[in-house]
């Protein structure tokens, strides 16, 4: 028996293995390919720098509002004649291009390498779940991956274009000009990205731990004070000086936060159910 337990225990660790080594080529292979397409993803991610928040607002409006002749068209007229590309990106050194160059290729590599990545954890877990836990394990998969998603799709669309066109604006008028650092750039987008990504899970994580009992809805309602403060802080200490950009940035937290109070309370009335 002990015998068998250790085979049993052995091939887990080869298992593992071997889907560690599959997620590692299959970020590697994705890596290579943003290297050899690295122009798409740099003019993803400069997008915000390269296009104004204002021009970006005037062209959704002529997008989606017959603009001529009505107020929305003027609005549009009057945020392109406002917003002006007030930063330029620059490379200072063979080595701050590189490492910028690196950043980018291995931030998209990562996200495309994901599906397989994701894949490779779902079907080391899957054999080890019960039958009652697989009913939940694809929602849950499938919600983690949503949340995710989302949580990108807000902080590029919203969050970054604001504070890049905030942090342009300080000390424009007085003369000082943006010659921003193309690696630093990269480094913060990506950043940002990436942490809004998880920041997005939240609510998943609170009704995971509700779940398996290590806190209930009530607990977090009871520690709602202090997440909430916990949250503002955070804001801050990323959009200092700025009271708009930070309430972007908490705002959506605490939401998720109320969200994840309501996924808690559903998961606790699952488990009493099959209790």
């Known amino acids: 028996m002990a015998s068998d337990a250790s085979m049993s225990f052995l091939d887990h660790l080869e298992e593992l293995r071997r889907r560690i080594i599959i997620s590692l080529i299959a970020i590697a292979v994705s890596i290579f390919i943003s290297l050899w397409f690295q122009r798409p993803a740099v003019e993803i991610i400069t997008r915000p720098v390269d296009i104004p928040l204002n021009v970006q607002l005037a062209n959704w409006i002529d997008r989606t509002v017959s603009s001529d002749g009505s107020f929305m068209g003027f609005l549009s007229i009057e945020l392109r004649a406002q917003a002006a590309n007030t930063v330029q990106l620059n490379k200072v050194g063979p080595g701050e291009a590189i490492m910028a160059y690196i950043k980018i290729a291995v931030t998209f590599?990562?996200?495309?390498?994901?599906?397989?990545?994701?894949?490779?954890?779902?079907?080391?877990?899957?054999?080890?779940?019960?039958?009652?836990?697989?009913?939940?394990?694809?929602?849950?998969?499938?919600?983690?991956?949503?949340?995710?998603?989302?949580?990108?799709?807000?902080?590029?669309?919203?969050?970054?274009?604001?504070?890049?066109?905030?942090?342009?604006?300080?000390?424009?008028?007085?003369?000082?000009?943006?010659?921003?650092?193309?690696?630093?750039?990269?480094?913060?987008?990506?950043?940002?990205?990436?942490?809004?990504?998880?920041?997005?899970?939240?609510?998943?994580?609170?009704?995971?731990l509700s779940r398996i009992g290590i806190i209930n809805a009530q607990g977090f309602r009871e520690r709602q004070r202090y997440a909430v403060m916990f949250i503002f802080v955070a804001a801050a200490l990323l959009t200092p000086t700025d009271p708009g950009s930070m309430l972007l940035l908490a705002i959506p937290l605490i939401l998720l936060y109320q969200l994840g109070i309501f996924l808690a309370f559903l998961a606790e009335q699952e488990s009493d159910s099959n209790a």
């Open 109 to 208: 590599g990562i996200l495309l390498a994901s599906p397989i990545v994701l894949y490779q954890v779902w079907a080391f877990v899957f054999p080890a779940l019960t039958q009652q836990e697989r009913k939940f394990a694809l929602p849950l998969f499938l919600t983690l991956v949503f949340f995710f998603l989302v949580g990108v799709v807000f902080a590029y669309f919203i969050v970054l274009p604001v504070i890049v066109q905030f942090a342009a604006g300080i000390f424009y008028d007085s003369g000082v000009g943006n010659l921003w650092s193309i690696d630093k750039y990269a480094g913060f987008a990506t950043g940002m990205l990436l942490a809004f990504g998880v920041a997005f899970e939240l609510p998943i994580v609170m009704a995971f």
